[in-house]
């Protein structure tokens, strides 16, 4: 587990660094982790305000040494709670997935709203779940991923972010991937069923989606045109 805190450190820590609005990015991690700017602060020795600010960007992007103390003060909170976060994150630091079955998994440098994930997929919203954002998209073939993933390697595509979108292409009626994922935890943002009209959806799809607080589109876009316009997320 130390190997995994040791990369999961670094890869944070790389992205809040590197990234064009690190306030934005530092912001996205710590949602990610469930940690409230005044339980950071506390775990930092500061006022709240100094992380609203540095989020913000009223405040001037962190130096290397205050991204470092915030990264481990993100994993700390983790590791008290029960390592729940970290866990998760060592499962897939390693995922690797063969391109029929994973189009595409990506994690986004600040959280993307679903309207403009929406625009790059060519979707059309049926039911709006509880979260109006996403942190990065996994894009699975629904009929390889089903026949041939064991539950943990299903598990694994979310990636490096829970709060994300996972797209289901060559879809028909959207039956199979909604009811798969009524086993998995934790619960996607958003799912994009591709390949099918609205008209075409399952009928109890919206009623599924709706118990588990999921957003629901479907896109008859054409999939490389979307993989196109994902990447530039």
């Not at 990234?19 to 775990?43: C, H, I, M, N, Y």
């Not at 989020?55 to 103390?69: A, K, L, N, Y």
């Not at 041939?148 to 959207?174: D, H, P």
Request: a negative charge; hydrophobic letters at 35%.
């Amino acid at each position: 587990m130390s190997d995994a805190r040791e990369e999961l450190s670094r890869r944070i820590a790389g992205e809040i660094t590197l990234s064009d609005d690190p306030g934005a990015t530092l912001r996205k991690w710590r949602t990610d982790f469930d940690v409230s700017q005044t339980e950071l602060a506390d775990q930092l020795g500061v006022s709240s305000s100094v992380v609203s600010d540095y989020e913000s960007g009223r405040r001037e992007s962190p130096g290397i040494g205050v991204v470092r103390r915030t990264v481990e003060g993100l994993l700390d909170i983790d590791e008290r709670r029960g390592g729940g976060r970290l866990r998760q994150h060592a499962r897939v630091l390693s995922a690797g997935f063969e391109s029929d079955i994973v189009h595409d998994l990506r994690e986004y440098s600040t959280a993307v709203p679903l309207e403009e994930f929406y625009e790059a997929m060519g979707a059309t919203e049926i039911v709006r779940g509880d979260h109006d954002h996403v942190n990065g998209h996994t894009v699975i073939d629904s009929i390889q991923a089903i026949t041939r993933l064991s539950s943990e390697e299903f598990y694994r595509l979310y990636g490096q972010s829970t709060n994300r979108a996972l797209v289901f292409t060559r879809v028909t009626r959207g039956e199979s991937p909604l009811v798969a994922l009524r086993v998995v935890s934790p619960t996607p943002n958003a799912v994009v069923l591709h390949g099918i009209e609205d008209g075409d959806l399952w009928d109890h799809a919206a009623d599924l989606a709706r118990v588990d607080g999921v957003s629901l589109a479907t896109s008859n876009r054409d999939l490389d045109d979307c993989l196109a316009d994902l990447q530039a997320l």
